[in-house]
């Protein structure tokens, strides 16, 4: 079965520091991967997705994310986070059947001002 | 536009009860899937309805069921309600042809 791991459960950074939230994945074939950010008492928002081509993707509030098909990843990045960066962000990957999103546990990104 | 809506946002039920969750799609949406995020876990798959039918179910007992319906709102039904069943109960919403998935805010259920 496929499945999704998040290496970082909480991550604590000062405002301007770099960020990067691991994330691999289980399925070997093709795949469609998503970040989702849940800011505190807000949905799940969508962050990014990599469905082909160009293995850098550009999603809003400046992150980015990178797929590297050998090593599983889909890494998450953002050059200098902001308090308003704190949140629970989760990785996903679309099942085979495209019907369902499998989530990793999600790392809480605490920002300090 | 208004985004997925779900109802009620906080339910809390005695164990062995039943409870009926509901979900409006995003407009213009015609798919709908449910998933469970138990505290400090991500969300996992509950099923997803398409044309009113069950198109695809995730690892979830009997006890959990749901109905999408013409207008394409749909709901979750759980039987037998255990403790271990309190959960944030997300609904999702997408277009057939497309792989996006919008999320509402979710039903906390608290069982007792």
């Known amino acids: 079965a496929q499945s999704v791991s998040q290496h970082n459960h909480h991550v604590i950074l000062s405002e301007a520091a770099s960020l990067e939230l691991g994330c691999n994945y289980s399925y070997g074939g093709t795949v469609n991967l998503f970040w989702y950010v849940q800011y505190p008492g807000q949905h799940l928002q969508l962050l990014l997705k990599y469905f082909s081509g160009d293995p850098l993707v550009k999603g809003i509030k400046g992150f980015e994310a990178e797929f590297i098909k050998s090593k599983f990843s889909f890494n998450l990045r953002k050059p200098s986070v902001q308090w308003s960066d704190t949140a629970e962000y989760f990785c996903a990957v679309e099942n085979q059947a495209g019907t369902a999103l499998i989530f990793g546990k999600g790392t809480t990104l605490s920002v300090s001002s | 536009d208004a985004g997925v809506t779900q109802s009620p946002t906080h339910l809390i039920k005695t164990r062995g009860q039943q409870v009926t969750l509901r979900c409006s799609p995003k407009s213009g949406h015609d798919t709908v899937s449910w998933y469970q995020q138990a505290l400090g876990q991500g969300p996992q798959f509950i099923f997803q309805?398409?044309?009113?039918?069950?198109?695809q179910r995730g690892n979830f007992p009997d006890r959990f069921s749901g109905h999408q319906f013409p207008n394409y709102s749909s709901e979750l039904n759980v039987n037998a309600l255990l403790l271990g069943d309190s959960a944030l109960y997300l609904c999702?919403?997408?277009?057939?042809?497309?792989?996006?998935?919008?999320f509402g805010p979710g039903t906390r259920l608290t069982v007792t």
């Open positions: 999702a919403s997408s277009l057939q042809a497309d792989y996006e998935q919008y």
């Open positions: 309805y398409y044309e009113e039918e069950e198109r």
